[in-house]
Each structure stands twice: as structure tokens, then as C-alpha cells.
């Protein structure tokens, strides 16, 4: 795949992530009317999140370990060989998904207070109980990412990219159709929910010649590497996972709707996170991957340093833009029903710490991508331990001063310093990687973001906007096109690269 294409087949799965995140913000915000950040709601976070959370990091772990072995069968032998190792692995896994679920079906209980250990006696009955509803999704989740990851290596971008519209469609409806909507029917929703989006991918599956076959070798050499590979990968890959859990765990401890005000405004950083960085990766990992089996160390290298470029473009500005816009933010997206001020001020606080991880997130997440395409998995793991571990200790300790913010602030610093040590860890391994000039196009990104901001603050003095739809839409307006300006001024490639494939999208529509 061409660079053009690499960045048109981005820009389209982009497109398409935005818009399914538009519709998980319609999800959250029907969610917010019904629920506010009442208890009831944290008790559905908290057994949605104890199976999602887990199984995203074994799930993110199959798929990054899984697409560089599919790559390679595919490279040397041929797709037929490709598909028959993937039915090997997904029935292995599916095996051990229904052993997974039935053991949390026995120790629910104990599981559960782990996980929130805060919990007044009534609300751990209850999240016994939907935890024990939402433990299916474990094999759901499974399925799904072997599915994408296929589509993925075979450059079927897509279809994984509209899986998150198939998820939130039966929670919607639910919402919508249903006058006296509980906690319970939402858990509900959401297996149907996972179950939709394993079913859509089955027609572009069959597309590219995979037939799903029960095949179960257990002996298969492919899938022994691949099992070896995958328990550092949990923890260098999951470390994102693990710390929203953690986050969750502690904050089960603060007061009523701490949760919930947390879960709000991670919806809004992963919006822009999922947007930008997971639309980029999708794309560009397996053609790192595939770059590298070709013995292409410098198309590698390429695609790997105009990622992280790219990635802040868009999330530096955003992140200021979150920071400065943080309540308007909140309050336009999710004020209305039982989410009254108070619900406002709790979510805002947590977004404003939330928000200042998104670029150090974003390359973190795709250093960890260029690493796993070239196998350097304890590297990830070893860095994965350090951030968990400084995100645990931040985390109860600013807790206990700031609450939410001091949560959310914990979990910033610890994306941070992943990032760092990833981009140490990277520069040792490929000596050709120009460190140099990548950090100052990023501190160009920053000047050019700061001054966007100094203006925006100076502007807003003159002008006064009760309406927080308007005054989000004249300064997010304005600061675009300050930013859009500076950028030019300073010249980033990488800016005029986006620029000119979208300009000639409009062209050919024209």
C-alpha cells in the first residue's frame, strides 16, 4: 500500500470512527438523562467494565500478537494457510472463553470485590448479578478481535471501523423504545450489542475466502509462538485497560457518581482518542508489520515517524482545546435530565484530567505498535508494569486531595511517562530514528497550540456567550483556523500530506 493510500485509507477510517463515536455519544448522553451519575449507574460501569476491561487487554493482546503472525503466513505460504491458522486460534480461544466465563460464573462474588471493593452491601448484590449477565460478552469479545484482526491484514479497514455503530445500536433502541429503563435491561443491550458486531464481520469474512471450520491443534508451532508472545503483551498493551480499571476501582470509594463521572469523560478523551490515534493504528500496524516481514526497515521507519507526527496534529490542539473548553464541554454533551450541575462540575473536573494524557496516549500507543511488529514484547511489558504501577500509586494518593481530578491527573502522568520511556526504548532499538527532528515538529505542534489558546483566551474577554453550543463552535472555529494558519507559517510536512489527500477528496467529488 502506497503512502497516499496509507493516509486515504486513515482519513476514511477516520471518517467513519468519528461518526461511530457521534453515535456513542448519542448512547451516553440517553444514558446520562436516565441515569445522571446516580449509584444505579456506577453499578452498571462496574460490571460492564469488570469483563469488557479484563478481556480488552487479553483481546488487545490476541490482536497485536495475532496480526504479525497472520502478516507473515501470509507473506511466505499463502492466505489459505493464513485462515487456517486463524480458525485454529480462534477455537482455542473460544474453548478457553467458555472455561473463562463458567469460572467467573462461579467466583462472581469474590471477583466482584476485588474490583470495588467500596461498595455498600446493596450495590455489590447488584453488581453481582449484571456482572454475572455481562459475562458472555468474554466470549464475544474474543471472537471480534480475531475477526478484525483478519480483515485488518487482508486491508479490509472498513468493516472494524464500523463495529462500534453495531454496538451502541441495541443499547440506543433500548433507551429510546423503553419507558421505565433499568440498569438491568442496559446490561442487557450491551451483549446484544457485542454479539452484532461479531455477526457483521461473518459476510466480509467470507469476502476474502475465510469459511469458519472447527480446527483445534493444539501441537500447531504458529500458535505456540503466538501463546508465548501474548502474556507480556497483556501487560505491555493492557496498561491502558488496567489503569481504567483501576481508576474505577478507586474512585468506588469517593462519593456517589465518582464512577460515573469518570466513565462520562473517558467517553469524551476516547472519542478523540479511538478518532485520531486507533484509526491511524489501525491502519499503519499492519503495514509496519508487513513492511518488516518484506525486510522494509525504512518504509517501517517512514510510516512509524509521520504516525506519531500526525497523531499531534490533531490531539496537541485538542487537548488544549478540551482543557480550556473542559465545562462548556460537559455541559453541552451530557446537562440535561437527572445530569444537573453538580454531575457537571464532577465530570468536568475528571475530563480536565483525562484530557492532558491524549498525545502522550496516542504515541504510546503507537510506539507500542511498532514495537510489537517487531516482536519486542517484554520491552512493552516491562514499560506496561511501570506505568500501571505509577498510575496506582498517583491514583490513591491524589484521590485523597482532589478526588476525581487527582484520578484522572494520575492516569495523565502515567500515559506520559509510558510515552517516554517507549520513545527511549525505540530510539535504542532502531538507530536510524531521528529523534531529533520528530520532537522538534512535536514542539512546533505545542508553540502553534499555546498560541491558538493565549488568542481564544483574549478573544472570549470581548465577547459573551451564555450558549454553550455557540461559544464552543466560534472558538473551536477560530482556533482551527489559528492553528490552521501557524501550521502553514511553519511548515510541517506532515500537515501538508493531510492536507493535499483531503483536498483532493473534494476535488473528485467536485
Known amino acids: 500500500m502506497s503512502k497516499n493510500k496509507v493516509f486515504k485509507a486513515t482519513f476514511i477510517v477516520m471518517v467513519i470512527t468519528i461518526l461511530s463515536r457521534v453515535i456513542g455519544f448519542g448512547r451516553d448522553i440517553l444514558a446520562a438523562y436516565h441515569f445522571g451519575v446516580e449509584g444505579s449507574y456506577d453499578i452498571y460501569i462496574a460490571s460492564v467494565a469488570i469483563p469488557e476491561s479484563v478481556f480488552m487487554i487479553v483481546g488487545l493482546a490476541i490482536s497485536t500478537t495475532f496480526i504479525p503472525m497472520l502478516s507473515e503466513i501470509k507473506h511466505n505460504k499463502s492466505k489459505e494457510e493464513m485462515f487456517s491458522f486463524a480458525n485454529n486460534v480462534i477455537d482455542i480461544l473460544s474453548i478457553l472463553s467458555i472455561f473463562v466465563i463458567i469460572l467467573g460464573l462461579i467466583f462472581t462474588k469474590e471477583i466482584v470485590n476485588i474490583f470495588v471493593p467500596n461498595f455498600s452491601n446493596e450495590k455489590m448484590a447488584l453488581t453481582i448479578f449484571l456482572t454475572r449477565i455481562t459475562l458472555i460478552n468474554v466470549i464475544f469479545l474474543c471472537i471480534n478481535?480475531?475477526?478484525?484482526?483478519?480483515?485488518?491484514?487482508?486491508?479490509?479497514?472498513?468493516?472494524?471501523?464500523?463495529?462500534?455503530?453495531?454496538?451502541?445500536?441495541?443499547?440506543?433502541?433500548?433507551?429510546?423504545?423503553?419507558?421505565?429503563?433499568?440498569?438491568?435491561?442496559?446490561?442487557?443491550?450491551?451483549?446484544?450489542?457485542?454479539?452484532?458486531?461479531?455477526?457483521?464481520?461473518?459476510?466480509?469474512?467470507?469476502?476474502?475466502?475465510?469459511?469458519?471450520?472447527?480446527?483445534?491443534?493444539?501441537?500447531?508451532?504458529?500458535?505456540?509462538?503466538?501463546?508465548?508472545?501474548?502474556?507480556?503483551?497483556?501487560?505491555?498493551?493492557?496498561?491502558?485497560?488496567?489503569?481504567?480499571?483501576?481508576d474505577k476501582s478507586v474512585a468506588s470509594g469517593l462519593v456517589t457518581g465518582s464512577m460515573a463521572a469518570l466513565e462520562y469523560s473517558?467517553?469524551?478523551?476516547?472519542?478523540?482518542?479511538?478518532?485520531?490515534?486507533?484509526?491511524?493504528?489501525?491502519?499503519?500496524?499492519?503495514?509496519?508489520?508487513?513492511?518488516?516481514?518484506?525486510?522494509?526497515?525504512?518504509?517501517?521507519?517512514?510510516?512509524?515517524?509521520?504516525?506519531?507526527?500526525?497523531?499531534?496534529?490533531?490531539?496537541?490542539?485538542?487537548?488544549?482545546?478540551?482543557?480550556?473548553?473542559?465545562?462548556?464541554?460537559?455541559?453541552?454533551?451530557?446537562?440535561?435530565?437527572?445530569?444537573?450541575?453538580?454531575?457537571?462540575?464532577?465530570?468536568?473536573?475528571?475530563?480536565?484530567?483525562?484530557?492532558?494524557?491524549?498525545p502522550f496516549a496516542g504515541i504510546r500507543d503507537i510506539l507500542n505498535s511498532s514495537l510489537f511488529s517487531m516482536k519486542k514484547t517484554k520491552i512493552t511489558a516491562l514499560n506496561g508494569i511501570i506505568g500501571v504501577v505509577i498510575n496506582i500509586v498517583l491514583s490513591i494518593t491524589l484521590s485523597k486531595y482532589f478526588g476525581v481530578l487527582g484520578i484522572a491527573i494520575a492516569t495523565s502522568i502515567s500515559a506520559f511517562i509510558i510515552a517516554i520511556l517507549l520513545l527511549n526504548s525505540t530510539r535504542k532499538l532502531i538507530g536510524s530514528f531521528n529523534v531529533g527532528e520528530l520532537l522538534l515538529k512535536i514542539f512546533k505542534i505545542i508553540i502553534s497550540s499555546s498560541i491558538m489558546i493565549v488568542v481564544l483566551y483574549y478573544l472570549n474577554k470581548l465577547i459573551n456567550i451564555n450558549s454553550s453550543f455557540i461559544f464552543i463552535l466560534v472558538d473551536g472555529t477560530i482556533g482551527a483556523i489559528i492553528f490552521f494558519v501557524l501550521c502553514k507559517v511553519i511548515n510541517i510536512e506532515e500537515f501538508e500530506e493531510v492536507l493535499s489527500i483531503i483536498r483532493e477528496k473534494f476535488v473528485r467529488r467536485g
Open 145 to 246: 478481535s480475531c475477526f478484525a484482526s483478519i480483515l485488518q491484514v487482508c486491508e479490509d479497514f472498513i468493516i472494524p471501523s464500523l463495529l462500534g455503530l453495531f454496538f451502541n445500536f441495541p443499547i440506543i433502541i433500548y433507551l429510546i423504545l423503553f419507558k421505565d429503563v433499568s440498569v438491568i435491561g442496559l446490561a442487557v443491550a450491551n451483549v446484544l450489542g457485542n454479539l452484532l458486531r461479531v455477526m457483521v464481520q461473518i459476510p466480509s469474512l467470507y469476502k476474502q475466502g475465510y469459511k469458519i471450520k472447527l480446527f483445534v491443534d493444539l501441537k500447531d508451532e504458529k500458535f505456540k509462538r503466538m501463546m508465548k508472545l501474548i502474556v507480556p503483551v497483556i501487560i505491555g498493551a493492557g496498561a491502558n485497560s488496567i489503569n481504567m480499571l483501576v
Open 266 to 358: 473517558q467517553r469524551i478523551i476516547q472519542f478523540a482518542n479511538t478518532a485520531i490515534t486507533t484509526s491511524l493504528v489501525s491502519v499503519v500496524y499492519p503495514i509496519m508489520a508487513n513492511r518488516l516481514n518484506e525486510g522494509d526497515k525504512e518504509g517501517f521507519l517512514k510510516y512509524l515517524s509521520k504516525s506519531i507526527v500526525i497523531i499531534c496534529i490533531f490531539l496537541v490542539p485538542i487537548t488544549f482545546g478540551v482543557i480550556f473548553l473542559s465545562n462548556d464541554i460537559v455541559k453541552l454533551i451530557y446537562e440535561r435530565g437527572k445530569f444537573d450541575s453538580n454531575a457537571v462540575i464532577l465530570t468536568s473536573m475528571a475530563l480536565l484530567g483525562y484530557s492532558i494524557q491524549l
